[in-house]
T-cell receptor, first 117, second 114 residues
Framework: AQSVTQPDIHITVSEGASLELRCNYSYGATPYLFWYVQSPGQGLQLLLKYFSGDTLVQGIKGFEAEFKRSQSSFNLRKPSVHWSDAAEYFCAVGARRGSGNTGKLIFGQGTTLQVKP | DTGVSQDPRHKITKRGQNVTFRCDPISEHNRLYWYRQTLGQGPEFLTYFQNEAQLEKSRLLSDRFSAERPKGSFSTLEIQRTEQGDSAMYLC????????????FGEGSRLTVL
């Protein structure tokens, strides 16, 4: 069965410091992988996704993530965090069916990011 | 704004009452998804539609839950005989249905069952 684990429930970093949010997945083949961000009172917004090809993917707001097949990981990074990055971050895995993505996503439980001034 | 819209944003009801949520997806999107999110958890998949066809339902979707998308546009999610355990945020998302296509989420409908 597919599953996603985000080991860190809560992370606090200082503004300007680097950030890495961990994500491990369980899936029988190469999945589609996503990172979403959810700010209070806002809908989930896609930061980036991995479909195939280059294992280092760039997203919006200066985020990047690296797919490591050998570690079943898809960690999210940002070199310098801004106060506006404080939010909840979700890693998700999507199943492939035939040649396409069914769209059904399995989410991790999320990591809450707090940014200290 | 032409994003995914959900209504109502917040519903408070008494146990045993029926509630209905509506989702209007992005107009050109043929896929529509319902998720449920409880406090401190990630969204859990409930069901999805491709056009008007409901193609998959989670085991989480008990008999008290029903979803429709009658004309392949908006969708409704009805919960009958609500229970306190149904209290959650109900999220709707839509997509174009292309490989690795992005899901666009609405802001959610929060249900509180007293």
């Amino acid at each position: 069965a597919q599953s996603v684990t985000q080991p860190d429930i809560h992370i606090t970093v200082s503004e300007g410091a680097s950030l890495e949010l961990r994500c491990n997945y369980s899936y029988g083949a190469t999945p589609y992988l996503f990172w979403y961000v959810q700010s209070p009172g806002q809908g989930l917004q896609l930061l980036l996704k991995y479909f195939s090809g280059d294992t280092l993917v760039q997203g919006i707001k200066g985020f990047e993530a690296e797919f490591k097949r050998s570690q079943s990981s898809f960690n999210l990074r940002k070199p310098s965090v801004h106060w506006s990055d404080a939010a909840e971050y979700f890693c998700a895995v999507g199943a492939r069916r035939g040649s396409g993505n069914t769209g059904k996503l399995i989410f991790g439980q999320g990591t809450t990011l707090q940014v200290k001034p | 704004d032409t994003g995914v819209s959900q209504d109502p944003r917040h519903k408070i009801t008494k146990r045993g009452q029926n509630v209905t949520f509506r989702c209007d997806p992005i107009s050109e999107h043929n896929r529509l998804y319902w998720y449920r999110q409880t406090l401190g958890q990630g969204p859990e998949f409930l069901t999805y539609f491709q056009n008007e066809a409901q193609l998959e339902k989670s085991r989480l979707l008990s008999d008290r839950f029903s979803a429709e998308r009658p004309k392949g546009s908006f969708s409704t999610l009805e919960i009958q005989r609500t229970e306190q355990g149904d209290s959650a945020m109900y999220l709707c998302a839509s997509s174009l249905g292309v490989p690795a296509g992005e899901l666009f989420f609405g802001e959610g409908s929060r249900l509180t069952v007293l």
